[in-house]
């Protein structure tokens, strides 16, 4: 069966600092790849998605960028974080047998910006 | 533009029934997906309607109109963990996915 691995669960960062999430997903082949973020009491806001590896779009103009080295991994960077950055991050994936799959979800990463 | 129409909270008793509804104004439809969120959680996936209908998932259903840009999910015989949020999103013409607010859902005993 298919797994998705998101780490760190939870995140304290200075303001200007780097930030490096990381997920991987077992058990598929050529899934798609996406991070969303979620603010509190809010809905699920694309930030990036990924139908291959080095294909990377971006949804929503920030200092955020993501990167797939592998094609069972998606990493979501920032050179220097802002205040505005803090929220709930998450990775999903979907089968890319078909552009209607449901999207399934890491346990995401809690990310306070300080 | 495209909107998804979700209420913000709904509150409901044990052991009742509940409907939990959904609008949608899309660029076409490719399809409409229900997913549960417990707080502090990530979202998992519950139910998937591209034609008209109901389907029917244990005590979870979930029904689409085309014609009418409507859904809805119906939640019987209420659990105190059903309390969660309830995430509307559709697939539109670009095979984009367009996610609802979500609905809060508050059961009693």
């Known amino acids: 069966s298919q797994t998705i691995h998101q780490w760190p669960a939870t995140l304290v960062q200075p303001v200007g600092s780097p930030l490096s999430l990381e997920c991987t997903v077992e058990?598929?082949?050529?899934?798609?790849l996406y991070w969303y973020r979620q603010a509190a009491g809010r809905g699920l806001q694309l930030l990036f998605y990924?139908?291959?590896?080095?294909?990377i779009s971006s949804e929503v103009p920030q200092n955020l960028s993501a990167s797939r080295p592998q094609d069972r991994q998606f990493i979501l960077s920032s050179k220097k974080l802002l205040l505005s950055d803090s929220g709930f991050y998450l990775c999903?994936?979907?089968?890319?047998?078909?552009?209607?799959?449901?999207?399934?979800f890491g346990d995401g990463t809690r990310l306070s910006i300080l | 533009g495209q909107n998804i129409d979700q209420p913000t909270e709904m509150t409901a008793t044990e052991g009742a029934i509940v409907q939990i509804n959904c609008t949608y104004q899309?660029?076409?439809?490719?399809?409409l997906f229900w997913y549960q969120q417990h707080a502090g959680e990530a979202p998992t996936f519950l139910s998937y309607?591209?034609l008209d209908g109901l389907e029917e998932k244990g005590r979870f259903s979930s029904f689409l109109s085309r014609s009418k840009g409507y859904s809805y999910l119906l939640l019987k015989e209420l659990q105190m963990k059903d309390s969660a949020s309830y995430l509307c999103?559709?697939?539109?013409?670009?095979?984009?996915?367009?996610w609802g607010a979500g609905t809060k859902l508050i059961i009693k005993p």
């Open positions: 990924s139908v291959g590896i080095g294909q």
């Open positions: 999103a559709v697939i539109d013409s670009n095979y984009q996915l367009i």
């Open positions: 058990g598929t082949s050529n899934p798609n």
């Open positions: 999903a994936w979907a089968s890319g047998t078909g552009l209607n799959q449901p999207q399934h």
């Open positions: 309607n591209v």
């Open positions: 899309t660029s076409g439809f490719n399809g």
